[in-house]
Structure formats: C-alpha cells, structure tokens
C-alpha cells in the first residue's frame, strides 16, 4: 500500500502543511487587499477637500506603506529585507517574496521526492535552502546591477545638475531637470526627490530618504555637499564639479583592482567547481562505487556536510578576493 511507503506518507504530511499555510497567506492577501482598496477609495473623497490627505495620498503612491503581517514574527530582521526589495527597483511586496521562497522550497522537495532515492531529511534540507538561497540571490544580483548603473550614470547627472546651477536655475530645478533628461534608475530616484520635496519635505530630508534606500556611497557624498552647503553658502556648482571628478576617479580606481584581483577570482571559481567535476567524473566512470553516497543515509549526510563546508569556504574566499574602495 502507498501508505506503507514512510518517504510518500511524509511527503503527503509536508504537502498537506504547505497548502493549508499558502490558503491562510493567500486568504489575509484577499482581506488585506479589499481593506486596501476601501482605504484609497476614502482618501480620494478626503483628497478633494484637504491638501494634508492629497499630500499622504501621494506619498503612500511612492512609498507604499509596510503592512505588517504574521509572517513578521517568523522572518528575522523583516525590515531590512523590505528595504532590501526597495532597493531593487521592482514592485516585489513581502508577502510575493516569502511566497516565493515557499513555492521553490516545495518544488525542489518534491522533485528530489520522486527523482532521487534520498531520504526526507536531506530532500528537505536541501529545498529549504535552496528556497531561501535563490530569491536572496535574485534580489542581491538586482540590486548589484541596478547600483552599479546608477554609480555609473551618477557623475553624468552631477554635470547636468553643475550646467543648470552655472545658468541660474535653482538646485531644486537642476534635480528635476535630471529626472526629466536621464534614464532609469537614475531618472527614478531623481524624480522621486523631486516630488518629495514638491509635496512638503526639505529638499535636505528628501535626498536623505533617497541615500537611506540606495545606501551608496557616492550618493552620500552628493547629499553631504548640498547640505553643507546650505548650511554654510558657497559655491555649489563648483563644489558639485569637484566630486564628479572625484567619483570618475573612483570609478577608474574600482576598475584597476577589479583588474588585479581577478586572478584570486578565478582560482576561486576553479576551487569551487573542482569537487562537482570530480563528483560527475567519478559517478561517470564508477557509479556503483559512487552510489554509496546517494543510496546509503550516512553518504547522504556526508554530502551535506560537505556542501554546508564548501559554502563556508566559499563565503570566506569571497571575502578575501572582494575589496572595498
């Protein structure tokens, strides 16, 4: 009988706890969004007669309000990874991310389930981690790349904002001059400073908000010289011309020790990938002598053990190969 089969009975029980847990996530979605849509419905009525409720209304249209939920309580740190899914640049919500991160835990699982003679604790090692590490890796090379151009365009737009001070336009329109001239994300983030500060926050608060989320360097250091400037006066277009300079600089600094550590990068990868050939050629050429460690429990765990070692000394490696400018 199937229910004999202690590896099918498990995965039933596992099945069954998945379903009932994505019901309840998808049920509070339901509830929380018809609450949503009451809300806005009522704003647009207050809109119509307060300025004060069209200015929050705007505000929850660029920053959408953290809604806390049951999850919160079994997610550590879930404000960090909130600013985390901002800093990419896409519409991801909590909730999506989490889902996420149970619906490839579950496929893994099932698909070493009924393709592999592992037992149930390695397939459900295995599938937790690879649930929780592929969406953080996903959202780590997002938000890499979209920093990455955003460092790259941001001397551009420090020049664009130097040729409108240098023609009498305030730094206000300068900034929304680049919103309106460059490309995404720099486009973005520029605009967003721009309505903030439209809509009653200090040009000072809103570009701190904006270096809060993006968390870069370069753009702290733009933040920092307009507000001493503010403070103190001078001349801003110049100031604005000498940390373009200085970042173009940066850049090219990055760049040489990009050159020179790539062969620790490489060694790296070759370290990294050296047991897996191994493993391919020997279960090529001698399966019966490899399966032990796919058949047999303890093999199993032994390859376990081996991945969360290799992990380690992978994360070490990249630590000692990554140099921060």
Not at 24 to 32: E, Q, T, Y
Not at 170 to 187: F, G, K, L, N, R
Not at 286 to 294: A, G, L, V
Request: hydrophobic residues 50%; contains cysteine.
């Amino acid at each position: 009988m199937i229910v004999d089969n202690p590896n099918i009975l498990m995965f039933a029980v596992f099945a069954t706890v998945v379903i009932l847990f994505f019901t309840v996530s998808f049920a509070i979605g339901i509830f929380g969004k018809a609450n949503k849509i009451t809300q806005v419905r009522l704003e647009k009525i207050k809109g119509r007669h307060s300025r004060e409720a069209m200015i929050q209304q705007h505000k929850r249209a660029l920053f959408k309000k953290q809604d806390t939920s049951i999850l919160d309580g079994l997610i550590p740190k879930p404000k960090e990874l909130r600013k985390r899914l901002r800093k990419t640049g896409k519409d991801i919500s909590f909730k999506q991310y989490i889902i996420a991160n149970g619906i490839i835990a579950f496929v893994i699982f099932a698909l070493l389930m009924l393709m592999t003679s592992l037992s149930f604790l390695p397939c459900f090692a295995v599938a937790v981690a690879v649930g929780l590490l592929l969406p953080h890796l996903w959202v780590n090379i997002t938000i890499k790349k979209r920093l990455a151009k955003f460092t790259t365009q941001f001397p551009e737009a420090i020049d664009l904002i130097v040729r409108g001070l240098k023609a009498g336009l305030p730094v206000t329109e300068s900034i929304y001059a680049v919103s309106q001239e460059m490309s995404d994300p720099i486009s973005t983030e520029f605009k967003t400073i721009t309505d903030e500060n439209r809509f009653g926050k200090t040009l000072d608060e809103a570009l701190w908000q904006a270096s809060d989320k993006l968390d870069t360097p370069e753009f702290k250091f733009f933040v920092i010289c307009i507000s001493v400037q503010q403070e103190t006066g001078g001349n801003l277009a110049e100031t604005l011309a000498n940390l373009s300079s200085i970042l173009r600089g940066r850049a090219q600094l990055k760049l040489k020790i990009n050159a020179m550590s790539s062969e620790g990068k490489a060694s790296a990868t070759i370290i990294g990938a050296l047991p897996f050939i191994m493993l391919g050629i020997l279960s090529v050429l001698n399966y019966d002598y490899m399966s032990t460690m796919f058949i047999d429990p303890r093999g199993q765990l032994g390859l376990l053990g081996g991945l969360i070692w290799m992990a380690i000394g992978m994360f070490i490696i990249s630590k000692l190969i990554n140099f921060e400018t």
